[in-house]
Every structure is written in structure tokens, then in C-alpha cells.
């Protein structure tokens, strides 16, 4: 029998189906830990991504806390300057009272008001 077939022992054949099962199960595992390890990876970027915007929030808080400190600090340090220049200039403020506002405020002088001698 010649028909251009070539003729292979059936235990062969075995041997061969049972060799490409074993390579086609292979495959099968490699494909679903690669699946595996893709989402775990995916996971990963997802976590970094999240890290990473939240970093961004914080460093964003840090610039206005900043700000803000730089503000009152200018604000602070204007006053100081405002006093500085005040007292530069010997302004001095007071205010003129008359003696039946002393009075008033004294209760007439009385002795139970008196801190101290001197």
C-alpha cells in the first residue's frame, strides 16, 4: 500500500498525542499565569498611580500651608515695622482725661482701689 502515506507504529502516534496534550496543558498554565501576573501588575500601576496622586494632594497642601505661612509672616513683620515706626517717630497716642472721668472711673478715690504707695 502506496498511496504517499507514511506509516507510523500506532504507539508512536501515542507517544506523539500524549507529548502535544502535555504541550498544549503547558501552554494552557503559561497562559493563565501570565493572565495572573498581568492583572497583579496591573494592580500594581493602579496602587502607584493612587500613591502617587495622593502625593501629589499632600505636596499641593504643603504649597498652601506654605502660602499662608508666608502671608501671616509678611502681615507680622508689617505691623512690627508699623510699631517700629511709631515709636521711630515718637507718636506718642494718649488720650486726655478729665478729672470727673478720673473720679468716675476711681469710684471718687476710694481707699479699697489703692494698689500701693510710692
Known amino acids: 500500500m502506496s498511496n504517499g ?3 507510523v507504529p ?3 502516534l501515542q507517544k506523539w498525542k500524549s507529548a ?3 504541550k498544549l496543558e503547558e501552554a494552557k498554565l503559561a497562559e493563565e499565569a501570565a493572565v495572573a501576573l498581568a492583572e497583579m501588575e496591573k494592580q500594581k500601576s493602579k496602587a502607584a498611580m493612587d500613591a502617587a ?13 506654605r502660602k499662608m505661612a508666608e502671608m501671616r509672616a509678611k502681615e507680622e513683620s508689617k505691623q512690627r515695622r508699623k510699631a517700629m515706626d ?5 507718636k506718642a497716642m494718649y488720650r486726655r482725661y478729665s478729672i470727673e472721668e478720673v473720679e468716675v472711673a476711681t469710684d ?11
Open 5 to 7: 502515506a507514511i506509516e
Open 53 to 65: 496622586r495622593m502625593a501629589q494632594r499632600l505636596a499641593e497642601m504643603e504649597i498652601q500651608k
Open 20 to 22: 502535544e496534550e502535555r
Open 108 to 118: 471718687y478715690f476710694n481707699m479699697s482701689n489703692k494698689v500701693g504707695e510710692g
Open 86 to 90: 511709631a515709636l521711630a517717630h515718637n
Open 10 to 12: 500506532a504507539c508512536d
